[in-house]
């Protein structure tokens, strides 16, 4: 019970967070990322199929944790690398964080080895079936 409390606390103080981030790709969240080389790094190309991309919502909302197993609360996701930088939801809980936070590409490119961009470059251009499975 005090465990189930603490997580409806949790989920209270920080629900609403959301601005659909201040960034020229928005819904960074419901973007898959992979961590190539000790980076978590989004893959642009690469958005949930559920994400509307017009409006950068979920059109699952509801349903979204039966129609996308990759798909986790909020916890789950702090704590697995689902946030990018700057996102409030981690401003709030950094406590948490045990994969790092997503980032851009473009701002680690060259700290990668050959193989690292290479890798990059294979999963952002992919067919998405060949990476994820809803
Ligand atoms: S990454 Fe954060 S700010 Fe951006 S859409 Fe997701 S929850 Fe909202
Ligand atoms: S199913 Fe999850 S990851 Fe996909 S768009 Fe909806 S909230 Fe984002």
């Not at 603490?6 to 928005?26: T, W």
Request: charged share 25%; with cysteine; hydrophobic share 30%.
């Amino acid at each position: 019970m005090r465990f189930l409390n603490s997580i409806l606390g949790f989920i209270d103080r920080h629900r609403n967070l959301c601005k659909k981030c201040p960034d020229n790709i928005k819904g960074l969240c419901c973007h898959i990322s992979e961590v190539i080389e000790g980076y978590n790094i989004i893959l642009p190309n690469q958005p949930c199929k559920f994400l509307d991309l017009k409006t950068k919502t979920c059109t699952v909302h509801k349903e979204r944790f039966k129609k996308n197993k990759r798909c986790t609360p909020i916890i789950v996701e702090i704590k697995d690398g689902g946030y990018p930088e700057g996102c409030a939801y981690l401003k709030h809980n950094s406590n948490l964080i045990k994969i790092p936070p997503k980032i851009h590409y473009e701002t680690i490119k060259e700290k990668l080895s050959t193989i690292g961009k290479q890798t990059f470059e294979l999963m952002n251009t992919s067919p998405q079936r060949f990476i994820i499975k809803y």
